[in-house]
């Protein structure tokens, strides 16, 4: 392990908990750290309350949804050799929240439903994503990425308006049990997707030098983009689509500690928790009595970001390894 990655490692775990002790504080009503060890303490049943079925919940998921967006965007970019690979723009989400939808018309009764039908979605747009005419050229895939992603995007929308049915992007209004299941889904997928990690280091190889070492570039791809769809559509299944998580993230993580994969995925599932904690908390008290969703602000810090890369004078498109 480098010297960077030695340093980043307590630095972002540092931040991480003074946000959690922040987003403890903040909200509709302010709490104390005072108040909140008296809480806890057993002083306050009322803040107690607040805090162990209201706050608590949304912490713990807006973590998990942002290691799990974070890693899969740093597992896509591996796979498509591509940095401004993310299930967001690349229409793996919008699939993900169409079928939820259609999920929802289908069978609405059936147990796992979101989630099954997120996890067809994704792979619906990952077989897409996945054809030679896409993978021929890094704006190609982008480009072709965007036009799935608008074209589910308005199917949802115009399904959607007849059912009175939305997918916020929001972490308002979440419980312990949708927690329990971002959990569990949370952890298999980030750690498959950290035991995986060599595979990602393997890609930056051209497949001919694959080859010669015996190794198949087609299986290690196809099993990373599993591990995209899987962590993504568990995120849709539950709070629906947060952009550019998976593009912000892995590069900002890639511009300080450099190109291991080994070191990448790890720093950007905790660098993701804690931003995308920053972004809810920042939401929840913004334009209070109401919120701004997680989405909403990180389409707006995203947006620019991804057009910052975009006009770099050196991007080239697959500067992934």
């Known amino acids: 392990m480098s010297r960077a990655e030695k340093l980043w490692y307590p630095i972002v775990l540092t931040l991480l908990i003074i946000t959690i002790v922040i987003s403890l504080m903040v909200g509709a009503s302010f709490i104390s750290l005072q108040q909140i060890i008296s809480a806890f303490s057993g002083g306050n049943p009322n803040q107690l309350s607040i805090l162990t079925s209201i706050r608590l919940p949304r912490i713990f998921a807006a973590m998990l949804c942002g290691g799990m967006l974070a890693v899969a965007g740093a597992v896509s970019q591996a796979a498509f050799r591509n940095v401004l690979a993310d299930p967001s723009i690349l229409g793996v989400t919008s699939a993900a929240d169409f079928f939820i939808l259609i999920g929802a018309m289908l069978v609405p009764t059936f147990p796992g439903n979101k989630f099954v039908f997120a996890l067809i979605g994704g792979l619906v747009a990952l077989a897409l ?7 021929s050229s890094p704006y190609r895939l982008i480009i072709i990425g965007v036009a799935m992603m608008l074209t589910f995007t308005g199917f949802e929308q115009l399904f959607s308006n007849g059912m009175g049915v939305q997918t916020t992007g929001s972490f308002n209004g979440i419980t312990w049990s949708q927690t329990e299941v971002l959990l569990f889904l949370g952890v298999s997928g980030m750690f498959v997707a950290v035991f995986l990690s060599p595979w990602a280091n393997y890609l930056k190889l051209s497949t001919e030098q694959l080859q010669t070492k015996g190794v198949s570039a087609s299986m290690m791809r196809i099993g990373l983009l599993c591990v995209v769809v899987f962590l993504s559509s568990s995120v849709s299944s539950v709070v629906g689509t947060i952009p550019f998580m998976g ?62 890369m975009l006009q770099r004078k050196n991007f080239n498109g697959i500067k992934s390894s």
């Open 247 to 308: 593009i912000v993230v892995p590069n900002i993580v890639r511009y300080l500690v450099g190109r291991d994969y080994q070191t990448i995925i790890p720093l950007s599932m905790l660098m993701g928790a804690w931003l995308l904690l920053v972004i809810d908390t920042i939401g929840r008290i913004i334009v209070l009595p109401s919120e701004l969703s997680a989405a909403v602000i990180m389409t707006v810090i995203g947006g620019p970001f991804l057009i910052m």
């Open 129 to 135: 994503l996945t054809s030679k005419s896409a993978l």
